[in-house]
């Protein structure tokens, strides 16, 4: 039995599902690639219990993992401006901030959950909750998600206006931000009907952790209209650069 009619039963069914799915919108040759990783995995992993297979594809374990893999394969775009301290990245837009999956949020929030002290707020007040507002790094660099990874500048100033709301060319983001989006995406439409495969934002996560929130990331959990928002949006982006 497919995802489609319940729980798939075994690896078979899984891949035929993941083989089925689609993330409308999204250039072909990304879809492709983040399935061919997904498949991949799941060749790897098909001793493994079906059930553990599909929490990992719905945490975005495995989204996650070929995204990190991508950043190994692909290299960053030639003379990048970014710095440690600089962090006019790390202003982040809105209420949200930006997509990040279940297992980067759970990461994120254990990461930042002991820390106490004054938070990148107290040096911008729409800063990520990450940062040390006084050396301006992040306080979670390790478990900073694939946003943050991914996000890459060749001009410092045209951050540091952008932080500011004013537009101004520079900022990418490296092809491993939508190629993990878009896993995520045909993970979760592979397991329509079996899981749920939400996201989380990273901005409330991090203000949840560093402030104690009961129910941090129930808190923090998306509409599951956020993920096919934010994959289009990096698509358009996409098209307009190629």
Known sequence: MTARGGPPRD?????????????PGTPKDITERARAGLLAWLDASAMRPVPELIRDLASGAVATQIG??????????????CAAGCAFC?????ADG??????????????????????????????????DPVTRMCRAYDARPMICRTYVSTSAEACAAIAEGTPAP???????????LTAHALAR??????????????????????????????QARHA???????????????????
């Open 170 to 180: 520079g900022p990418m983001t490296h092809p491993a931000q939508i190629t993990y």
């Open 11 to 23: 690896a078979a069914a899984l891949r035929a599902a993941l083989a089925r799915a689609r993330a």
């Open 68 to 81: 990190h893999a991508m950043l190994g394969q692909v290299a960053a775009p030639p003379g990048l401006a």
């Open 98 to 131: 930006a997509t990040i999956t279940g297992i980067e949020a759970t990461a994120l929030h254990d990461a930042l959950a002991p820390l106490d002290g004054p938070d990148g707020t107290a040096w911008h007040p729409e800063a990520c909750p990450s940062l």
């Open 189 to 218: 439409d592979a397991l329509r009907g079996a899981a749920a495969v939400p996201t989380y934002s990273l901005k409330r996560v991090a203000a949840a952790a560093t402030r104690s929130t009961p129910d941090p990331l129930k």
């Open 90 to 94: 790390c202003i982040l837009p809105g």
């Open 224 to 242: 599951p209209k956020a993920l096919e928002a934010e994959r289009r949006r990096l698509a358009r982006g996409l098209s307009r650069a190629r």
